[in-house]
């Protein structure tokens, strides 16, 4: 009986300190995933994320054109337009 009690014993410690093992590598393990989550974020707002050459949103409220630059363009008056009192001559040869 008692070879048995400590049969039962040492694997009772075995198990406790294979338990204490896999328990480190787990929050190892966990640290690593957290780890490679917050890269994985990061790298996808950069590849993903505004970058510097769209518009800034304040930039979409402006108007393409302003009302007194159209209504003074509608004023001006259209220059003349010339008109070429020759002809050219083809270039023989």
């Known amino acids: ?7 039962t014993q040492l694997t ?13 590598r787990n929050k190892e393990l966990e640290a690593k995933m957290e780890y490679y989550k917050q890269q994985f974020a990061l790298l996808q707002a950069k590849r993903f994320g505004t970058s510097s050459e769209k518009t800034d949103k304040d930039q979409l ?33």
């Open 61 to 93: 409220d402006l108007q393409l054109f302003n009302e007194a630059e159209v209504s003074s363009a509608v004023l001006l008056a259209e220059p003349t337009l010339e008109t070429i009192s020759y002809t050219r001559k083809k270039k023989i040869g």
């Open 12 to 24: 009772i410690e075995e198990l406790e300190k294979k338990n204490a093992q896999l328990e480190q």
């Open 1 to 7: 009986m008692r070879k048995q009690d400590e049969k």
